[in-house]
Structure formats: C-alpha cells, structure tokens
C-alpha cells in the first residue's frame, strides 16, 4: 500500500516562538525549527504498515527552505521519498490555502492508499488541516487514531473520546491522524541516516501543481491578524517550604482567595 | 437582524455548558439560532430558549447522526445557505474544530480556531482573540472572507441569560453518500467519575510524575474542592491515568480559576495546557521546579504530606 504522509516543519517549542514585526506572520527563519514531534508518530505508523507488508511511504511538506531538515529527518527514519513544495508566494498562507498546496501536491504523487497526519502541528495547533485536506481530496477522514489497522479495503482505528471509546471504520481511500498514543517514534539509525542522503527529494513550485500565486500566501487568507501581544509574564508569587504547615497554608491561601 | 448558527453540543438532549457560552457570544453578532442534531430536543429545549435562541434547527436524520463530521459540515453548508447566517459558532473540541475545517471548505469561508473571545468587529464582521504559542501570546485576528466560522474554547464567556423564543424548525439536510464514508462501529462509555469535565471545571487538580502513580491524595484533594483532575503527560505515559485526563499541549487545553499542579515539573508541553488558567498552585517536592515560576502559590514539600492536610482544613472550613 502506498501512503503519503504530511509532515511541517515548525518553530521548536523549546525557543522563543514569536512573530515577525512586519506582517504578523509566525517567525519561521529566525527561530530553530524541527519536524514537529506529532508529525513523527505519523511517520512511524506509515512506516510500521509498509513493513508488514508492501508499498512506499512518501512525506509531503510545505515550506520554506529549511523544511527540509523535516523531510531529511522522516527520510531518515526510513520513508522512501519526500516532496518539498516551497515557493515564495506560499509565506503567510492559512490553514485553507495550505490544505490547497497540499492536496495537490498529494494528487500529484498518484492516488495514495492512505494518507497520514500527525493530530496537530505543535505551532498553529489547530488541527484542522487533516478535515480541510480530506474535504479537498473528497476522503472520509478518521481522526485522533490511537489505534490503526488496514484490512483490504477499510481502515479501523480506535480514538480514545472524553465520554467514550470509539471503533470508527473507514472505506480506502482515507485520511487518518493518529495521536502520540498510537506508537513510539523510531530514532533514525545510522544506516537510515546514511540512507537517507540517496533518497529522491522532489521540489515543486505553485506553478508545478497548477496553483495560481493568488490563491495563496497572506493576501489570500481567508482571516487577518490584527495584532499580536506577548502575555506579561506571571509574576511568582509566594513560595512557602512545607516545615510540617504546608497543606495549612495552602488552604489559607485558598481561603484568602475565597475558594473555600 | 442576521442569524448567527450555534451548533448545539449536548449528550441526548442535556445541553452542555459551552453551548449556553456560544449562545451569550452569539447575541453579540446577531440573532441565534441553534443547530440542534440527534435526539432529545424535548430536553434541550429549555436551556436553549434561556440563553436567548430564538429559532432553533432539528436535525433527525440518521444520515447525520449515524456518522462521523461530514454530514454535520454538510447540514451547516446548506443551513449557512438557507439562512445568509452572520457567522457559525462552534464549540472547540476535536469532532466541532473537524465539522468547522470541512465547514470552511465548502462555503469558501474564513476560519478561526480555539477563539477565547468573540466581539463583533468594527465596521462589521467578527473579531476573536486566540492565546498561542503555549499561551504566551495573545492574538486579534479578523475574518475576512465569506462567513466567519469560528470555534471558541470553552469558558470563553459567562453565560448571560436572555428569553429567547427557540422557536423549532425541522431541517432535512441532502447528505451525499461521501459524507457516509466513515463510520463508528462500537462505542465503549467510560466509566463516569462524578467529577466535572477538564475543560469545564472551575477548578483542576493535576497530578504528576510526583504522585509515582498514587494519585488518592490528588483525587480526594479535587473531591474536597469540586475539582476535576487532570495528569501530566509522564503520569500518563506511565499507565497511572487516562489519556483523556492529560493537560498539556497533546492532551487537553485548561483555563480554569484555579489549577493546582502536584508533583509536576512544568515542562513547556505541560504550561502550553494550563499556563491560561487565573490562578495557579503548586506543590513539588524539587524547589528548582519550572512551575514555580508560574504559581500565585507554591509549596516546596511533599505531596503525600501538603496535599492530605489541606484537605482536611479545606473540609474542616466547610463546616
């Protein structure tokens, strides 16, 4: 089975995250980024279903330049190939246009048996883009998987709700965005690390998927940001060191804070 | 005045407390009208007519109701059609954010998620606020294409009661066979605790790596003070508690009155859930902790010894 994974390329968390002054888009360049760790469960689980049986993985991002260091790293973890769509009219785009850029970038590499998300990215964190590309690419969608198995033609995933826990059942083709329940990521090995330097990467522009610059990008957000503010840090308030009246204080505290 | 559609959030007709939330935004916008989908309208009735809708949508068929969230984006493209709605108002969770993404495909739509305020903006249109980046940020943004769809976290708003006629409305929406495309098979209930739910709680205890997987003292703490209780990813990764109790950037998002974390460092994943919440406690055992930085109140100690004591002197001011 042939399966697409969308991988992005986001601002590590352990960084300060901020935005760029000019036109309040998130700062891409001058922050350290990284495969966004959710996207790893992805590629693992598309990674763990070609081993059992056959078929080619390939990653899909969309970004600047430096979104290969994500594609390299799901290359190096043992997907066959990667798609690197970059185009400077791209910067800016919303969650609507990214879906477009990658539903046909996804059509593009043929019509995959199963496409795979990870649950969100750990920067916009929407989650989103899995629903808006399922939409595009006319799939049914099954979402936060913490279970998956293919059988033929359906895929079986088992998503863990707040009032349930649910068997959802889906025909193939499909999209499925899978949790950091389902599995554990794989490190790349060394083998897979020198592997991955022959691996075919290929780049596609907008003109390449037949998307026109204006369909994308901030002019064509579908909503604005109007400003963005950095929350005050909270200030520490008191500390106390527990010499057998901690739980008293702490209830003090409560007290005084009337809520108790 | 223009509709504004709120999609109904209930449980056989019981309506939770987010849709009351959505309801008191919604009149900020326009005039609501709700989207009730599934069985029980009897019940849900009242509650909608006492936060002011008034005009409610019944959606009955199976077609909808039997799966997952593309008939529902499905009903509300034809209703936001039907009604020229001013805005569509759905609740953030992860079933709501899904109808709202293939809701903005299909009306060509703007579409802002995890809103923690919702106004009417200037000259028209809708403005909303969004905490990002693990809370660090806060952002105004507004929509500027087609109609504002927006999903808004729970305790965005106090509910305001306002009589409302909820006058009903059966809707029969086309469902196309590739919205049936997918389908839950079984559904297993989890075991209720009595406790309220994460993100509605006015208050959340969490437990952490620090409970080494005893979490009694954090749940009888919770119980005293009406609590719900959430984990950290540690505990969780552990086996020591649910996944859906997970506070923290892959788990749930909190922003109660007051959050308590035992025994739980505070890793950046872990403040992205609950750094929003109004007042903070903690109680570690390591004063280097990071989420000492964070707390209105903190106490370095034990929290086998802190937590039972407090209980007992939160019970003992109840009299």
Redesign the interface.
């Known amino acids: 089975m042939n399966i697409v994974v969308c991988v992005k390329y986001v601002p590590d ?2 960084s300060d ?3 760029n002054e000019s036109d309040n888009t998130t700062d891409r360049v001058g922050v350290d980024g990284l495969l966004s760790e ?1 996207d790893e469960y992805a590629v693992e689980e598309a990674l763990k279903l070609v081993e059992a049986g056959e078929g080619e993985v390939t990653v899909v991002t969309v970004g600047p330049d430096q979104a290969a260091d994500a594609l390299k790293k799901a290359l190096q973890m043992g997907a066959h190939k990667a798609v690197h769509v970059k185009d400077d009219a791209i910067h800016g785009s ?3 246009a990214t ?1 477009l850029v990658l539903a046909e970038a996804i059509k593009k590499t043929g019509t995959p048996d199963l496409v795979i998300t990870g ?2 990215s ?11 590309l ?3 690419l ?7 998987a ?1 279970e998956l198995s293919v059988d033929g033609t359906t895929v ?1 995933i088992r998503r ?12 193939l083709p ?1 999209l499925v965005s899978v ?3 389902i599995n554990e990521p794989r490190y790349p090995s060394f083998k897979g690390i020198m592997a991955a330097k022959k691996k075919p990467v290929e780049e596609w522009a907008l003109a390449d998927l037949g998307i026109d610059a204006s369909q994308v990008g901030l002019d064509a ?11 005050p840090p ?1 200030e ?7 010499d057998g ?11 005084a ?1 009337k ?2 | 005045m223009a509709e504004v559609l709120v999609l109904v959030d209930h449980a056989n007709g019981t309506v939770r407390k987010t849709t009351s939330e959505l309801l008191t935004i919604a009149r900020r916008l326009g005039e609501p009208s709700a989207v009730f989908v599934g069985s029980g309208f009897d019940a849900a009735k009242e509650t909608l007519a006492k936060y002011g809708a008034e005009k409610v949508y019944r959606v009955e068929n199976a077609d909808v109701t039997d799966y997952l969230v593309a008939p529902q984006a499905e009903l509300l493209a034809q209703l936001v059609e039907k009604t020229g709605a001013a805005a569509v108002l759905i609740p953030s969770n992860s079933a709501g954010k899904e109808i709202a993404a293939r809701l903005a495909i299909k009306t060509d739509s703007g579409l802002i998620t995890d809103a923690v305020d919702v106004q009417a903006g200037e000259g028209g249109g809708v403005s909303t606020t969004q905490s990002v980046f693990a809370g660090s940020y806060s952002v105004k943004s507004t929509i500027t294409k087609g109609t504002p769809i927006v999903t808004v976290k729970p305790n965005s708003a106090a509910p305001e009661e306002s009589a409302g006629a909820a006058a009903d409305e059966a809707f029969e929406p086309t469902i196309s066979e590739g919205a049936k495309g997918a389908k839950v098979t079984e559904s297993k209930p989890k075991e209720a605790t009595g406790r309220p739910e994460l993100t509605e709680a006015a208050i959340v205890v969490s437990g952490g790596r620090g409970t080494g997987g005893d979490f009694s003292p954090v749940e009888t703490f919770a119980d005293s003070l009406g609590a719900a209780v959430g984990a950290s990813r540690a505990a969780v990764d552990a086996g020591w508690y649910p996944h859906t109790s997970q506070v923290g950037q892959t788990g749930k998002q909190v922003s109660p009155q007051l959050y308590v974390a035992c025994g739980i460092s505070g890793a950046i994943q872990h403040r992205a859930g609950m750094q929003t919440s109004k007042t903070i406690i903690a109680i570690n055992k390591d004063e280097e902790a990071p989420i000492f930085e964070l707390v209105d109140f903190g106490v370095v100690g034990d929290l086998f010894t802190v937590l039972p004591q407090a209980t007992a002197a939160v019970n003992a001011s109840k009299g």
């Open positions: 968390a352990q995250r901020t935005f959710l919303d969650a609507v879906s649950m969100a750990t920067d916009g964190t929407m989650s989103v883009v899995p629903a808006m399922a939409e595009r006319g799939l049914p969608q099954v979402t936060f913490s079986t863990d709700g707040d009032a349930a826990s649910e068997t959802i059942v889906a025909t499909a949790t950091d329940q957000a579908w909503t604005k940001v109007e400003s963005f503010t950095k929350r909270r520490q308030g008191q500390i106390v060191t527990d009246d901690g739980g008293t204080k702490l209830a003090e505290f409560l007290s804070q809520f108790i």
